[in-house]
């Protein structure tokens, strides 16, 4: 019965390989290994335009959290 290949069981056969050879193996997988990438669908992506539209922030909010945000800055722990 053949033996499973596994990427350990691989990776010792790669390095018995030449240098050489190694670079003929890579060249061999590169594409097939670009063919699967671009197959598969990665996740849409939501737009970011438009991401605020509806939020009613003025300056004063804004100024206010900024306020918040460094009212204890610098620490000492820090």
Known sequence: ???AATLERLQELAKQLSAVDKI???ERLAPQIEYEL???NPAERKPLRGLWRGVDLSEEDIAQARRETW???PREDV
Do not use: N, V, Y
């Open 38 to 40: 671009k197959s598969c």
């Open 71 to 73: 009212t204890e800055f």
């Open 24 to 26: 003929r193996l890579i």
């Open 1 to 3: 019965m053949a033996e």
